[in-house]
């Protein structure tokens, strides 16, 4: 069964420090992708980033990067100069060739001015 | 592109009700899912649509749920005889289907239920 776990239910961080979620997976399947998504307060869940499980180089979007470790089945997400906008709720997801996108339970981040 | 709309943004029924839920996706989606994300959990999939044909549902979804896409544009996902344990926000996403895989999913702003 394809699980993901988010081990930090909230995280702070001040404001342009730069901060890391945690997050790992289980399934297996060779083929799969992993998603972070982003859920502000009362706003729609927007994907932040994406990473084909058979690429090595890790995925950057801007201020947002992630830890692809597949061996660890490891999946962190980096955001860095933490801005204000940046608080949410962060999912960590996988989609195996099922096309089921499975979820953890998220992250809370809260930004600190 | 006006984006993923869902209807009503909240509804409140008593335990016995049925409610029904509108999901509009981004036009030219030909795929379209539901999620249901209660309070403090992820997203958990309900059941997803490629075009009006409806390719998987979840275990979650009981036979009191429902869910259609006539023509493949708009879908509904109806509860029959609510229970308080359906409390939760139904989220609905589309996404094209560009034949690659994992295209990205677009969310809606979701349709809280309260069932009292």
């Known amino acids: 069964a394809q699980t993901v776990t988010q081990s930090q239910p909230e995280m702070s961080v001040q404001e342009a420090e730069t901060v890391t979620l945690s997050c790992t997976y289980d399934t297996s399947e060779s083929d799969y992708y992993l998603f972070w998504y982003k859920q502000p307060p009362s706003r729609q869940m927007i994907l932040v980033i994406r990473?084909?499980?058979?690429?090595?180089q890790n995925a950057t979007e801007n201020r947002f990067s992630v830890n692809f470790q597949k061996a660890a089945k490891s999946f962190s997400l980096k955001i860095s100069d933490s801005q204000l906008g940046d608080a949410a709720m962060y999912f960590c997801a996988s989609e195996n060739r099922d096309d089921k996108i499975i979820f953890g339970k998220g992250t809370r981040l809260h930004i600190l001015p | 592109d006006t984006g993923v709309s869902q209807d009503p943004r909240h509804k409140i029924t008593k335990r016995g009700q049925n409610v029904t839920f509108r999901c509009d996706p981004i036009?030219?989606?030909?795929?379209l899912y539901w999620y249901r994300q209660t309070l403090g959990q992820g997203p958990e999939f309900l059941t997803y649509f490629q075009n009006e044909a409806q390719l998987e549902k979840s275990r979650l979804l009981s036979d009191r749920f429902s869910a259609e896409r006539p023509k493949g544009s708009f879908s509904t996902l109806e509860i029959q005889r609510t229970e308080q344990g359906d409390s939760a926000m139904y989220l609905c996403?589309?996404?094209?289907?560009?034949?690659?895989?994992?295209?990205?999913?677009?969310f809606g702003p979701g349709t809280r239920l309260t069932v009292l």
């Open positions: 996403a589309s996404s094209s289907d560009s034949g690659r895989r994992a295209d990205t999913q677009y």
């Open positions: 990473q084909e499980a058979y690429k090595q």
């Open positions: 036009s030219e989606h030909n795929r």
